[in-house]
């Protein structure tokens, strides 16, 4: 699903970000990239994005090799990834319906279409009776699930978490990190930065340890003990 082979990004001057990495994920999987602030864990989400571009190596992401995308391709590349950041990223004067509609308006889909699939994501995120409330009437969970089911709406086969509960307290947390195992249960492959010990070793799945660039440490329902 996911294939980075020996991955160098430095950032000018001279700071290292990725250096040498390889890694694989599988289709389906969760997996949570952890390590201290600058080991290069969002640098990760950026190249599969394309808001970054690897000064070495090669990016493949479902048979597609990403490396030198073309920028007209860009946007198709990212309605197959769904993306959550820490500080939601909600426009503030639209409501949660029409934020999530939003994502696909962009994206030319029909009106019709946008009926149909934002209710289901909705439903799915547990705000279907919020679909009316404004960013501001959102408690920060509520907040979060509502950015998630912005990400949902093109039916990702891949959903990127960049410190998705970094602003939230340990009770929504925990609910939103139930959600994207959630997710994750319907087939989408989820990966997961943070810096929280305790958000990785609730999942008890695979754990890649990143430190100054590099993955030091990969394993199967890892725990996160630095």
Known sequence: MIHFKKINKIYY??????????????????????????AGKSTLIKLLNVQERPDDGR????????????QREVPL???????????FKL??????YENVAFAMEVCGVSSRRIKNV???VLKIVGLKDKTDRYPHQLSGGETQRAA?????VHRPKILLADEPTGNLDSLNTKDIIDLLLKINEFGTTILLVTHN???VNSIRKRVVLMDQGEIISDQEEGKYIL
């Open 59 to 70: 990016i493949i992401i479902g048979g597609w090799d990403i490396t030198d995308i073309k």
């Open 197 to 199: 010990r305790d958000v």
């Open 118 to 120: 934002v209710p289901q």
């Open 148 to 152: 998630i089911a912005r990400a949902l």
């Open 91 to 96: 426009l503030p004067k639209k409501t949660v």
């Open 77 to 87: 590349l990212r309605r197959q990834l769904g993306v959550v950041y820490q500080d």
């Open 13 to 38: 001057p001279k700071t290292t970000a990725v250096k040498d990495l390889t890694l694989h994920i599988e289709p389906k999987e969760f997996v949570s990239v952890v390590g201290q602030s600058g």
